[in-house]
């Protein structure tokens, strides 16, 4: 039932900024933590920021200084402004959401959420 909505992909020069929104749609109990993956062609999917539910922010040792993550509880919405550009930072970039749904019959269920997935091209 849940989708995560992406936006803000597209082509960035080195040394320029890009940034990314995630929202989250349809109805959700709580969002446990939600951020950002990444994936080159032929490369394991890394981290490239993430807020968790104590309120701490990790981001990849690549991104560290560079990229900031930021949110809006009200729409559940997570921002993410790339800055300094590099051409390695090419990849499909995934929004992921960790989730709290209930059911018709009142369980909680935890689930992972995927965003489908956005590119980013870094070139001059």
């Known amino acids: 039932q849940v989708q995560l909505v992406e936006s803000g992909g597209g082509l960035g020069q080195p040394g320029g900024s890009l940034r990314l929104s995630c929202a989250t749609s349809?109805?959700?109990?709580?969002?446990?933590?939600m951020g950002w993956y990444r994936q080159a062609p032929g490369k394991q999917r890394e981290l490239v920021a993430i807020?968790?539910?104590?309120?701490?922010?990790t981001y990849g040792d690549a991104v560290k200084g560079r990229f900031t993550l930021s949110r809006d509880n009200a729409e559940n919405t997570v921002d993410l402004q790339m800055n300094s550009l590099k051409p390695e930072d090419t990849a499909v970039y995934y929004c992921?959401?960790?989730?709290?749904?209930?059911?018709?019959?009142?369980?909680?269920?935890?689930?992972?959420?995927w965003g489908q997935g956005t590119l980013v091209t870094v070139s001059s």
């Open positions: 807020f968790e539910r104590d309120g701490i922010t």
């Open positions: 349809g109805s959700v109990f709580s969002i446990n933590n």
């Open positions: 992921y959401a960790g989730v709290v749904d209930v059911t018709r019959e009142g369980l909680h269920r935890v689930l992972d959420v």
